[in-house]
């Protein structure tokens, strides 16, 4: 699981089929502190109520796919909302 800041929408006029009626969000994955880390990225919106501004954590790889169906060609994904970030020490 990854935490992320969602920075924007994408707009795709043909996708797969299996991705009709998911949104796509473009994410930037940030570090413990808050910073970001690395280019953002597009990721498939498996809570389906996200916007710009929200903080979220990811699903990678196989399990991204897990809340979308067996068969979504996707390797990242909104797994669900963040309220609060605790980080020890």
Do not use: W, Y
């Not at 089929?17 to 280019?39: A, W």
């Amino acid at each position: 699981m990854l935490l992320a800041r969602v920075v924007g929408t994408v707009v795709a006029t043909v996708k797969d089929e299996s991705l009709k009626g998911i949104k796509l969000m473009v994410v930037q994955v940030l570090n413990e502190d808050g910073t970001p880390r690395g280019r953002p990225e597009v990721a498939a919106d498996a809570v389906g109520d996200c916007g710009p501004g929200d903080h979220v954590f990811l699903a990678t790889r196989k399990e991204a796919a897990f809340p979308l169906g067996d068969l979504v060609p996707v390797d990242l994904s909104i797994a669900g909302f963040v309220d609060k970030v605790t980080v020890p020490g």
